[in-house]
C-alpha cells in the first residue's frame, strides 16, 4: 500500500507532509490541488515529517491536502523515441503538450508508445545475459539503438525466448528471461532508471586516450577534449559559453549530443529548435537534429526541475554509451543547478556553506562530473560520456564555490576572458590560464603522433610559448613606450598577434571559419609557425606592425574561404610571397 | 475593498515585522491575497495553521487586533481594451482619483511561462534611431535587455524615446520607484507625442510604499500577455527601475529571515528577475512581448548582485555613458551587448552591417589604447592619432543618442569614415564587402 501524507507547511515550493507509512529519501510522490497533481521529491526526513520539493508553482495549496508517495526514486524512461526529443528536466515530451503555455501537473509520455520500431535479434534462447547485454537492436534515425537488458535486473539470467525480427511499439515484449530461480521475466523495449544513480554496465573505464574533435582551434589544437573526458568553461555573462556550447553541438565527432538547457535563456534553445532541423552533421550528412536530445528547463521553469535536468541528462547520456556509442553531454550552466540547491538548502535552514551554498557543493559536483567517462563494455565495445559544463561565477570573479569545486574535478579549464570578450576576440577562451590536462597524458600525446602528426603536442607547446612571450613583451611596451623597447619586442608581441588573430579567434557565425577540420588545424599551426620562426629585418616598430597587419588581415581571409579552393591558394600564395616561405605542400 | 460573506476573517495577529504578519488561519491557500487592517497583503508562508502575510504598504500601526480578511485568491487583474491609454498604481487601481475601475475578464497575475517548444524565434528588427543600438546592438521583437546606466544618466529618456520610435502596436510602462517628476515625462512625453491609444501604465512613485512595487512587473505583463496572445499584438513592456524592484524584494526576505546572500539580496534573486524577463517572447500566432528595462548601477558597479543577475538573463545590455571627447551621452560600444542581433543584422539590414559594426568598435578600441598612451606620456603613431580622430568623429556622427537616422544611412557613414582615417587593410573587412562599399 502506498505511503499517504497531509500538507503541514508551505515556504514557496518546499512543502512539510505528515506521512503516515515509511519514505524515503528522494522518493517521488504527488501532492493533489484541486484537480491537479503536483510532482514532489522528498529532500529531508525527520520523523514522520517529510520535507518535500515540489516540481512546480505551489500556487493555492493549502495545509490539509493530500500527498500521494510512489515508493520509487525520479526514474527516466529508457528506449528508443529519444533521439530528436525536447523534454524539460522532468522528462515530460514538451512537443507533445497542449497549448502556449505550460499547465501545471500536466506531465507527457517521454516515448510515444504508438510508433513501430523494426526490432532485430541480438540474443537467441539459451544465451546468458546479464544487465546491459543487447537482447536485440532497432533503427534509430542513423543509429543501431540496442534493446538491453535492464540496468535493474542483478546476476545472470538465461533467455527463454526473443521476438522475431518484426514491428513492434515500445511495450512489447521482445523477450522473456529467466533469472537464477527460475523465476520468468519480460522484456520490453523500456526501462526506467532512477537519475541520481550512476549507471555502471560496463567491465571497466581507462583514461580517455583519444581526442574528440571540435571544429575549435582553440579546443583541438591547443587545448584538446579527450573523448569520455571532462571539461568546463567559466566565465561572466556576455563572454560566450553558450554560442560556444552551441559550437559544440553543432561540429563535435559524436555519435549523439545531449544538451541540458539548465536555468538559463528560452530563446537560446529555441536556437536550438529551429537550427538544428536544418543544418547537416558534417560527418554523415544527416540533420543535426537527428542525433540530439534537448532537455530544457529554462530559467522561468520550476527551479526544483533544474537539479533533476542535469542528472536527466547524464543518465540519457549514459544510456546510450551503454550502446557502444560515443556521447557528448553539454550542461549550460551548472551554476543555475547550483543555485537551485542553494534556494533549497536555505529554506530548509541549513547551515549554509561559502557563498550561502550547500555545504556538500563540492561532492555533488565532483560525483556528477565522475559519471562521465570512457568504458570498456562487457562485449568488448567501448562507449563514452564525454561532459562540458559551463559555469556562471557571480560577479564573473573564478573566485566562488561553483568554480572552484568543478575546477577540482574537470580535466579541461576553458576560463572565458572578460576583456577578449569585450575586445570582440571570440572565442573568449584565455589562451594563458585555460589547459587541457589531457595533453599532458602520454597515451594522449601517442594518439596525436599518429593521428596528427609525429611530435605535434611539441608544436603546440611552441605556440603557447609564443603567446605567453608575446604577452611580456605587450607588458614591457605598455611601460616603456613603442620606442622605449628593443625592436625585438614588438616582433614578439606582433607574433603573438598573429597566433591569437588565426588561430585562437574563430568566428562562430561564419560559415567556413566556424569549424575547421583537424587536416586543416595541422596546415594553419605549422604554416603559422614557420612565419613565427622567422624574423625579418625591420627598421623600425611602424614597419614590423604593418608587416603583421598586412599578414594577419590576407591570413584572416584565407580562413574564410573554403579549405584548398581556388580562393584559398590565391590568398596561401600571397602569404608565401610576402614572408618568402617556400611552398612545400 | 468589501468585505463578502464567504470570506475568513481574523482578528488575533501573532506577529508582526515591518513588512510582515503572522496569524493563526485555516483553509488558507499558498500566495493568497488578504486585507490586513484595510491594506493588501499577500500569503507567503504557512506552518501549520500560522500563516504569515506580506503586507505590500508596510506594517506601520497595524496592531495585534487588527482585522485580517482573507480573499481567497492570488493577485489578478482585468484585462480588456479598457486598459488603453490609462494610469494605475501596482494594485490595478486608477491614478489621479479617477473612479472607473476596469472591465474586463480577470486573469491572474504571475501566471505561467510558455513552453519553450511552442516559442518562435525572435525574428523582427526593431528601429529607434539610435546608432549605438541600431547598428552595433540592434534589438530584436520578444527581446529582453536592460540598460545599466548609473541614477544621473538620462535613461528614462532614452528608453521613452526608443519606445516612441519602435514600431509597435502596445507601450506598457511598469514604473517601479518612479520619481514624481519622472512619471509626469512620461506621461507628457506619450501625450505629447499622441500616442495614448497605444500606453498602458502601471507607476509606484517614490511617493507609495516600496513593497507595492513587487506587483509592477507582474501586473504589467499581464496586461501584456493580453494583448500579445489574446489579440497578437506586438507589446512593448518598459520596466523602470529593476534595482528598486530588487531592493524590494531584499526588504521582504530580509524581514522574513532568510540568509541573505551577495549584496544583501535574496538567494533566489536570479530565478526572482528571470520569471520576469522569460516573459519576454515572440508568439507562435504572430503576437510579441519584448521588454526593456532599467538597472540603475551604483557608480557603475556591474558585479554588484543586483545587474549581475540581470546580465545573467537578459538578452544583453546597453550601457549608458557620457563621452568626454564630445560631451554626449553614448551607448558605450564596448560593454554594450545585443545578443539577438546576429538574428537580423545583414539579413534584415544590408549585408556588410556585420563586419562593418565589428570593424568599426575594434577601431574604436584601439583609439581607446591610443589614449592610455597618451594619458600615460607616450609618444603616438601615425596609426594611434587616426584612430584618436576617427574614436571623435564616430562617437559625434554615430554613437550620440541624439543622432536618428536609418540603419544604411548608418552603414555609410561608418565607411565614409574607414576611407577618411583608414587603409583598407588596417579596417580588415572582407573583399567582397570593401570591394563594393569602399569609398
Ligand atoms: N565565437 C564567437 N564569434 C562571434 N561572436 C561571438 C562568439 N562568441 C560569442 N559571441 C558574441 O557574444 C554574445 C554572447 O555570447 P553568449 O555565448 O551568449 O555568452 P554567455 O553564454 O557567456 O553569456 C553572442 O551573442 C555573440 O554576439
Ligand atoms: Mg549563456
Known amino acids: ?585 | 475593498m468589501e468585505k463578502k460573506a464567504f470570506q475568513k476573517v481574523y482578528t488575533q495577529l501573532q506577529a508582526i515585522t515591518k513588512a510582515t504578519i503572522a496569524v493563526k488561519a485555516q483553509g488558507i491557500g499558498n500566495d493568497e491575497l488578504a486585507i490586513v487592517g484595510g491594506r493588501l497583503a499577500q500569503v507567503v508562508r504557512i506552518i501549520g495553521d500560522m500563516v504569515t502575510l506580506q503586507v505590500f504598504s508596510g506594517t506601520e500601526g497595524i496592531a495585534t487586533n487588527t482585522e485580517v480578511i482573507f480573499l481567497g485568491e492570488p493577485p489578478t487583474l482585468n484585462v480588456s481594451d479598457d486598459l488603453v491609454g490609462r494610469f494605475f498604481d501596482a494594485y490595478g487601481k486608477p491614478f489621479f482619483g479617477e473612479k472607473r475601475e476596469i472591465r474586463g475578464e480577470k486573469r491572474e497575475i504571475g501566471g505561467p511561462s510558455v513552453n519553450p517548444y511552442r516559442r518562435k524565434q525572435p525574428s523582427d528588427y526593431i528601429h529607434t534611431g539610435i546608432a549605438g543600438i541600431d547598428l552595433n546592438n540592434a534589438l530584436v521583437t520578444g527581446q529582453k535587455i536592460p540598460f545599466f546606466a548609473n541614477p544621473d544618466q538620462p535613461y528614462n529618456q532614452v528608453m521613452a524615446m526608443v519606445a516612441l520610435r519602435a514600431k509597435v502596436d502596445k507601450i506598457i510602462l511598469g514604473g517601479m520607484g518612479l520619481s514624481n517628476d519622472d512619471f509626469l515625462y512620461f506621461k507628457k512625453m506619450f501625450e505629447n507625442a499622441g500616442v495614448l491609444d497605444r500606453i498602458i501604465c502601471f507607476v509606484n512613485t517614490t511617493e507609495q510604499p516600496p513593497v507595492e512595487r513587487l506587483l509592477i512587473p507582474d501586473m504589467a505583463l499581464a496586461a501584456a500577455e493580453y494583448f500579445a496572445v489574446d489579440k497578437n499584438e506586438n507589446v512593448l513592456v518598459l520596466l523602470t527601475d529593476m534595482t528598486q524592484y530588487a531592493d524590494a524584494l531584499s526588504i521582504v526576505s530580509n524581514r522574513m529571515d532568510q540568509i541573505p546572500s551577495k549584496d544583501s539580496m535574496p538567494g533566489s534573486l536570479y530565478s526572482d528577475l528571470a520569471k520576469i524577463y522569460e516573459k519576454a517572447v515572440q508568439l507562435p500566432e504572430g503576437g510579441s512581448i519584448t521588454i526593456i528595462a532599467v538597472t540603475t548601477l551604483n557608480e557603475g558597479d556591474i558585479t554588484h548582485a543586483v545587474p549581475d543577475n540581470t546580465g545573467y538573463i537578459t538578452e544583453g545590455q546597453l550601457f549608458l555613458r557620457k563621452d568626454s571627447d564630445t560631451g554626449k551621452v553614448i551607448v558605450d560600444p564596448f560593454r554594450s551587448l545585443s545578443r539577438l542581433k546576429q538574428l537580423v543584422i545583414g539579413k534584415q539590414t544590408r549585408e556588410d552591417h556585420p563586419q562593418v559594426m565589428n570593424a568599426a568598435v575594434r577601431l574604436y578600441a584601439d583609439a581607446a589604447n591610443a589614449k592610455t598612451k597618451l594619458e600615460n606620456g607616450f609618444e603616438l603613431s601615425d596609426y594611434d592619432k587616426r584612430c584618436l580622430d576617427f574614436a571623435k568623429d564616430y562617437a559625434e556622427k554615430l554613437l550620440a543618442v541624439d543622432v536618428n537616422i536609418d540603419s544604411t544611412e548608418m552603414l555609410d557613414k561608418t565607411w565614409d569614415l574607414f576611407s577618411k582615417y583608414f587603409k583598407k587593410e588596417e579596417v580588415r573587412i572582407k573583399d567582397e564587402f570593401t570591394s563594393k562599399y569602399w569609398k
Open chain 1, 1 to 585: 500500500m502506498k505511503t499517504k501524507g497531509k500538507v503541514t507547511g508551505i515556504i514557496a515550493n518546499l512543502v512539510i507532509v505528515e506521512v503516515d507509512g515509511p519514505v524515503s529519501q528522494n522518493e517521488i510522490c504527488f501532492v493533489s490541488l484541486g484537480e491537479v497533481k503536483l510532482m514532489a521529491e522528498v529532500i529531508k526526513i525527520t520523523g514522520s515529517r517529510a520535507f518535500i520539493q515540489v516540481f512546480e508553482s505551489t500556487r493555492g495549496l493549502k495545509t490539509g491536502n493530500v500527498v500521494e508517495f510512489e515508493g520509487h526514486m525520479l526514474e527516466v524512461s529508457l528506449g528508443p523515441g529519444i533521439l530528436s526529443s525536447i523534454y524539460d528536466g522532468l522528462q515530460n515530451n514538451l512537443k507533445t503538450m497542449d497549448g502556449v503555455f505550460l499547465k501545471r501537473g500536466e506531465y507527457t509520455s517521454p516515448l510515444n508508445p504508438d510508433t513501430e520500431w523494426n526490432f532485430k535479434p541480438l540474443a537467441k534462447a539459451g544465451d546468458t545475459v546479464k544487465a546491459g547485454s543487447y537482447l536485440g537492436e532497432v533503427p534509430e534515425n542513423n543509429l543501431s539503438h540496442k534493446i538491453m537488458l535492464p540496468f535493474k535486473f542483478r546476476g545472470n539470467y538465461t533467455v527463454k525466448s526473443v521476438a522475431d525480427e518484426g514491428s513492434y511499439t515500445v511495450n512489447h515484449v521482445i523477450a522473456v528471461v529467466v533469472d537464477e530461480h527460475g523465476g520468468e521475466h519480460d522484456v520490453t523495449m523500456v526501462q526506467k532508471w532512477a537519475v541520481k544513480l550512476p549507471i555502471t554496465c560496463y567491465k571497466n573505464k581507462p583514461r580517455p586516450f583519444r581526442i574528440m574533435e571540435t571544429g575549435v582551434r582553440i579546443f583541438d589544437t591547443f587545448n584538446p577534449m579527450a573523448e569520455g573526458g571532462t571539461g568546463f568553461i567559466p566565465g561572466p555573462f556576455g563572454s560566450g559559453k553558450t554560442v560556444l556550447q552551441h559550437a559544440l553541438a553543432k561540429q563535435a565527432e559524436a555519435d549523439v549530443i545531449i544538451m541540458a538547457a539548465c536555468g538559463e535563456r528560452a530563446n537560446e534553445v529555441v536556437e536550438i529548435f529551429v537550427e538544428f532541423p536544418e543544418l547537416n552533421d558534417p560527418r554523415t550528412g544527416r540533420k543535426l537534429m537527428e542525433r540530439t536530445i534537448i532537455v530544457c528547463n529554462t530559467s522561468n521553469m520550476p527551479v526544483a526541475a533544474r537539479e533533476a535536468s542535469v542528472y536527466t541528462a547524464m543518465t540519457l547520456g549514459e544510456y546510450y554509451r551503454a550502446m557502444g556509442l560515443k556521447t557528448l553531454l553539454l550542461a549550460d550552466s551548472t551554476s543555475r543547478w547550483a543555485q537551485a540547491l542553494r534556494e533549497m538548502s536555505n529554506r530548509l535552514e541549513e547551515l549554509p556553506g561559502a557563498d550561502a551554498f550547500p555545504m556538500d557543493l563540492s561532492a555533488v559536483i565532483s560525483n556528477f562530473y565522475s559519471r562521465a567517462g570512457y568504458v570498456e563494455l562487457e562485449n568488448d565495445k567501448s562507449g563514452s560520456v564525454t561532459f562540458i559544463g559551463t559555469v556562471s561565477p557571480a560577479g564573473g570573479n573564478l573566485k566562488e564555490p561553483v568554480t572552484e569545486s568543478t575546477k577540482k574535478v574537470a580535466r579541461c579549464f576553458y576560463a572565458l576572458s572578460q576583456a577578449r570578450a569585450d575586445s570582440k576576440r571570440y572565442p573568449a577562451v584565455d589562451p594563458v590560464d585555460s589547459y587541457s590536462k589531457y595533453l599532458e597524458y602520454p597515451e594522449i600525446q601517442e594518439y596525436l603522433n599518429e593521428t596528427v602528426e609525429d611530435r605535434w603536442h611539441e608544436k603546440v607547446a611552441e605556440s603557447k610559448n609564443i603567446i605567453l612571450r608575446g604577452k611580456e613583451a605587450a607588458e614591457q611596451i605598455n611601460i616603456l613606450g613603442d620606442d622605449g623597447v628593443p625592436l625585438e619586442y614588438h616582433d614578439r608581441f606582433w607574433k603573438s598577434e598573429l597566433i591569437d588573430f588565426i588561430i585562437l579567434q574563430q568566428d562562430a557565425f561564419d560559415k567556413t571559419d566556424s569549424s575547421t577540420p583537424m587536416e586543416r588545424q595541422k596546415y594553419m599551426l605549422n604554416l603559422v609557425l614557420e612565419i613565427c620562426r622567422r624574423s625579418p629585418e625591420f627598421e623600425n616598430f611602424e614597419e614590423c606592425a604593418s608587416y603583421y597587419t598586412d599578414l594577419i588581415n590576407i591570413m584572416k581571409q584565407l580562413n574564410y574561404s573554403e579549405y584548398g579552393s581556388e580562393k584559398f591558394m590565391n590568398y596561401e600564395k600571397q602569404i608565401l610571397d610576402k614572408t618568402g616561405i617556400k611552398n612545400n605542400n
